[in-house]
Nanobody
Framework: QVQLVESGGGLVQAGGSLRLSCAAS????????MGWFRQAPGKQRELIAVISSSGRTNYADSEKGRFTISRDIAKNTVDLQMNSLKPEDTAVYYC????????????WGQGTQVTVSS
């Protein structure tokens, strides 16, 4: 049974940093891509960072250079380091897992709120 649990969200001032963590159980990183998504009020959910089963990373253009996704295989966690935060980064952030033989993310965490004040 796959379970994803996010933590690390909170309130931060613009220009600050936060580190989100996703504790994954029932997932073997060598068989899953892991992604971080976010959804702001009134907006669609968007993919912001992915780490593939081989450890390769990709980012949405707007987050390149500010966000870093990483994983710890021993701890089975996937982190998202967010720097130079902006008010427009305010959203609920979700961790998700995609089996390498599928195109869709099948497993989702409950989300963690990130609020960036100006």
């Amino acid at each position: 049974q796959v379970q994803l649990v996010e933590s690390g969200g909170g309130l931060v001032q613009a220009g600050g940093s936060l580190r989100l963590s996703c504790a994954a159980s029932g997932v073997t990183f060598s068989s899953y891509a892991m992604g971080w998504f976010r959804q702001a009020p009134g907006k669609q959910r968007e993919l912001i960072a992915v780490i593939s089963s081989s450890g390769r990373t990709n980012y949405a253009d707007s987050e390149k250079g500010r966000f870093t996704i990483s994983r710890d295989i021993a701890k089975n966690t996937v982190d998202l380091q967010m720097n130079s935060l902006k008010p427009e980064d305010t959203a609920v952030y979700y961790c998700a897992a995609r089996w390498i033989f599928k195109n869709e993310y099948d497993y989702w965490g409950q989300g963690t709120q990130v609020t960036v004040s100006s």
